[in-house]
Nanobody, 124 residues
């Protein structure tokens, strides 16, 4: 089981940038996916971006392509989400997640380990 701790959430104006970090601890022999999800009030949790740690492949939801970048620091065992050109629609709690089994990257049920979340608020 992995422990995930997010940081970097804040309140910004539209057009601004934030960098989220997810510190990973614990032991897991296999990590198929590391991902960021978000949940806005009254809405379902949705996948934002994912990275396959072993191969480095990256995937993004359509609405964040070209604005968000997911990356991993293997030395510090940290996953980052660089968010640029933020929009009010990006507001929500952002969660880091880890998948130890294979499955679709964009489905929450693929992931076994979750962080507590960090709040991102984007004002118009």
């Amino acid at each position: 089981q992995l422990q995930l701790v997010e940081s970097g959430g804040d309140s910004v104006q539209a057009g601004g940038s934030l960098r989220l970090s997810c510190a990973v601890s614990g032991f897991s022999r296999v990590r198929v996916w590391m991902a960021w999800f978000r949940q806005a009030p009254g809405k379902e949790r949705e996948a934002v971006a994912a990275i396959a740690p072993r191969y480095g492949a990256k995937y993004y939801r359509e609405s964040v392509k070209g604005r968000f970048t997911i990356s991993q620091d293997t030395v510090k065992d940290t996953v980052h989400l660089q968010m640029n050109k933020l929009e009010p629609e990006d507001t929500g709690i952002y969660y880091c997640a880890a998948a130890r089994d294979n499955g679709p990257w964009s489905l929450a049920r693929t992931y076994q380990d979750w962080g507590q979340g960090t709040q991102v608020t984007v004002s118009a």
